[in-house]
């Protein structure tokens, strides 16, 4: 079945820095990808987002690498802040038509001021 | 734009009792509404596809009679958890896409803790 996993389930940066969080899927057709925030207690707030016939996307301060090749997602975070401390959830649609998402396992990001 | 709210926040109820969740979208209608379930520490678990003005699509595993989901109207869709157990205590999560939207993005809400006790 379709799965969506991270590596690391904890990331702690220091205020500044640089932050990477990866996501592996396994769904080879997928084809619309999203990343998401989610602070403690409340629902998941979305970050930004990708097709799959892109590689590459810039927001403010993020931006999301996709890799289709090893099937591999990133988050990247610039100049980390505290109020970056999260856990970060990748999530993917498949191509059926459906809109369903299908979300990661997660990795909780800890900025140290 | 694009705000998606839970009612209630929090609730807390007795075994054998049924609780009703509800999920508005507040400034666009939504054809289609989902409903997550998130233990703690875990992901989201999509538990059904909400349709308005037809029967929700469950998820493998999930019981249709046991987690009733009525979409009457394109702003609110309701989930019932009926005969609650504590098993069933977790966070809820509903979120909603807007009806002729070009993006597949949803809007989730804010989440309902339930407590059964």
């Known amino acids: 079945g379709e799965s969506v996993g991270l590596h690391l389930p904890t990331l702690s940066v220091q205020e500044g820095d640089n932050s990477i969080i990866n996501c592996a899927y396994s769904n080879s057709a997928s084809d619309y990808f999203i990343w998401y925030k989610q602070e403690s207690g409340k629902g998941p707030q979305f970050i930004i987002d990708i097709r799959s016939n892109m590689d590459k996307r810039q927001g403010q301060r993020v931006t999301v690498l996709l890799n289709k090749t090893v099937k591999h997602l990133s988050l990247q975070i610039a100049a980390t802040q505290p109020g970056d401390s999260a856990v970060y959830f990748c999530?993917?649609?498949?191509?059926?038509?459906?809109?369903?998402?299908?979300f990661g396992t997660g990795t909780r990001l800890l900025v140290s001021p | 734009g694009a705000v998606v709210s839970q009612h209630p926040s929090w609730v807390i109820c007795k075994s054998g009792t049924s609780v009703k969740i509800e999920c508005r979208s507040l400034?666009?209608?939504?054809?289609?509404m989902f409903w997550y379930r998130q233990f703690p520490k875990q992901s989201l678990m999509l538990m059904a596809t909400s349709n308005e003005g037809s029967k929700a699509t469950y998820e493998q595993g999930v019981e249709k009679d046991k987690f009733l989901i009525n979409h009457a109207s394109l702003t609110l869709s309701t989930l019932t958890v009926t005969s609650a157990h504590p098993e069933d205590s977790s966070f809820y999560i509903c979120?909603?896409?807007?009806?002729?939207?070009?993006?597949?993005?949803?809007?989730f809400g804010p989440g309902t803790r339930l407590t059964v006790t």
């Open positions: 400034d666009f209608q939504a054809t289609t």
């Open positions: 979120s909603a896409i807007p009806t002729g939207g070009s993006s597949y993005e949803q809007y």
């Open positions: 999530a993917e649609k498949g191509n059926t038509g459906f809109q369903k998402l299908v």
